[in-house]
């Protein structure tokens, strides 16, 4: 029964990214297939930052704070993600936050930031593991700039779960302009008897020494400790760490992902199904699909140019290039098309 509702006689009526399409012309976030948000909010917290509540369709799958995202945006005609932070905590009604500090020259972030209530964007799988080793410890958290936002998602989950926890939060920007959530931080101190929030400015006060950890938390070495921020900053205090041999208590959470080696050059990529162990190759500027049928697979295809989205399929990892177009995927969750995708990373699909 399971090969004749998958045959090629059936197209398109059991095609489930056509109905999705055809139900999108309708409402956006109706699809069988894929998860999507619509803006609920939009606020400016900086400046540069800007925080927006979403509300997912059915095909999300929930998140757990501290975890990030990948959000994606239509920029000139193709789809382009990026991770970020969730910066609230899961909710009864669904919703969600994220907040965006706008990058020089970031296409996605400045999409963005364009982005009005009603609008809605493209959304990969919740991932990553952010949070306290335990439920009862007490916690020192290190941010710098939009590093913050994580750090927001486990404050607002531990408001509601665990009002007296012992939290020490750092919050370091360069002009008391860039703070992030004032408001909010300032009603949490309120809410947490035991919540010291510190913000330093280093116009005011030069950059943080990492040895400034032990006068503003004396007792540091009794604390699980959470960092986010930029490169440069979160390597200064992983040294402190170091230095004082104590790194197996301090978890770092990096900006967005990081970086796949791409080898243009590489003979062969390797490329994992996630619906069984099964794995094959795919040789340099083969489409996926060829590779899969080299292998044994019978993987659904219509018209192998790209057009007809038959061959459409859930990449969960890896960064492939369109064949058609010459553009390469972002690193995290999209749909793609096996006909016209090559592998240039190893790569996770679901079919």
Known sequence: ?????????????????????????????????????????????????????????????????????????????SRHYRSYSFSSAPRADGAFRVTVQRQP?????????????????????????????????????VAAGSGITPMLGLLDEMAQMQPQRDVVLLHCVRDAIDEIAHAELTARCAAMPHLKYLLHSSSEHGRLP?????????????????????????????RFFELHDAQDQLQT??????????????????????????????????????????SGLSPLYGCRRGICKTCQCQKRSGVVRNLATGELSGPGTEWIQLCVSSALTPIEISL
């Open 105 to 141: 020259g970031g296409r996605v972030s400045a999409a963005l930031h364009q982005v009005k209530v009603g609008d809605w964007v493209h959304l990969g799988d919740a991932q990553g593991r952010f949070a306290p080793r335990t439920e009862t410890s007490p916690v020192l958290m």
């Open 253 to 294: 959470e990096h900006f967005g992902r990081a970086p796949l080696m791409v080898d243009e050059h590489a003979d062969s990529q390797s490329v994992s199904l996630l619906s069984s162990v099964q794995t094959f190759t795919a040789a340099a500027g083969q489409s996926l699909l060829e590779a899969a049928e080299a």
């Open 1 to 77: 029964m399971a090969l004749l509702l998958r045959s090629s006689w059936l197209h398109p009526l059991n095609d489930r990214a056509a109905w999705s399409q055809l139900l999108s012309y309708f409402n956006p976030l109706w699809s069988l297939t894929e998860a999507r948000a619509r803006v609920l909010e939009v606020i400016d917290e900086t400046p540069q930052v800007r925080s927006f509540w979403l509300r997912p369709n059915a095909q999300f799958g929930g998140f757990k704070a501290g975890q990030n995202v990948m959000v994606g945006v239509e920029i000139n005609g």
């Open 210 to 238: 990492p040895a400034a950890l032990g006068e503003l938390a004396p007792d540091w070495r009794n604390r699980d400790a959470l960092l986010c921020g930029p490169p440069s900053f979160a390597r200064a205090i992983e």
